[in-house]
């Protein structure tokens, strides 16, 4: 199994820019989850699917966010109108029937 | 309102030695707990988990032991190697179909040859 990737890695934005994450999880791993960590704090909840299905969504992630997993494979993770408080790590993790799930390398975003 | 406290920010130990890292949480739902471990730059790797039927669960040098009345859990690394330093998570999830995991806020520890 390759693990899960997350492509870019780094992208640095202004202020109001829109900007797109993707996430590609563990091949057969039917959920998908995102988070985001800020410095200093431990990953914090923002969306979760199952296949397709977005099932959860925190509080954390305002109209500006949104998320999609069109065929159940791979995720995209949008911000429109960036604000410097997005600047984040963004994490996806994947897993199929137990409960351990497993990290992606995350995108670092920083909005100037 | 954080429901998951890791209440050590960091843990220095020498090479060999027992490194003991805690963790607290709040809320009686949840009933599955992982430890997790992260390099700078990376993504978190996961180590170990117990379930909540069980108080030890053992992996190699790692043990996760977990007292369900305390509302405690703490991960033993024994013999810790200087390739353990890391920042280490402990997260905990509930029994829902979701299974979201919740954080807390990491200790980073040092292991000193």
């Known amino acids: 199994d390759t693990g899960v990737s997350q492509d870019p890695r780094h992208k640095i934005t202004k202020r109001g820019q829109n900007v797109t994450f993707r996430c590609d999880p563990i091949?057969?791993?039917?959920?998908l989850y995102w988070y985001r960590q800020t410095l200093g704090q431990g990953p914090e909840f923002l969306t979760y699917?199952?296949?397709?299905?977005?099932?959860?969504k925190s509080r954390l992630l305002s109209d500006r966010f949104s998320a999609e997993r069109p065929k159940g494979s791979f995720s995209t993770l949008e911000i429109q109108r960036t604000e410097q408080g997005d600047s984040a790590m963004y994490l996806c993790?994947?897993?199929?029937?137990?409960?351990?799930?497993?990290f992606g390398p995350g995108t670092r975003l920083t909005v100037l | 309102d954080q429901q998951v406290k890791q209440n050590s920010p960091s843990l220095s130990v020498q090479e060999g030695r027992i490194s003991i890292l805690n963790c607290d949480y709040t809320?009686?739902?949840?009933?599955?707990f992982l430890w997790y471990k992260k390099y700078p730059a990376e993504g978190p790797t996961f180590l170990i988990s117990i379930s909540s039927i069980k108080d030890k669960n053992e992996d190699g040098r790692f043990t996760v032991f977990l007292n369900k009345s305390a509302k405690h859990l703490s991960l033993h690394i024994v013999p810790s190697q200087p390739g353990d330093s890391a920042v280490y998570f402990c997260a905990a999830s509930p029994n829902n179909a979701g299974n979201m995991l919740t954080f807390g806020g990491g200790t980073r520890l040092m292991v000193k040859p």
């Open positions: 809320n009686s739902m949840f009933d599955y």
């Open positions: 699917f199952q296949n397709e299905a977005q099932l959860e």
């Open positions: 993790a994947s897993r199929k029937r137990t409960n351990e799930q497993f």
């Open positions: 091949s057969e791993h039917n959920r």
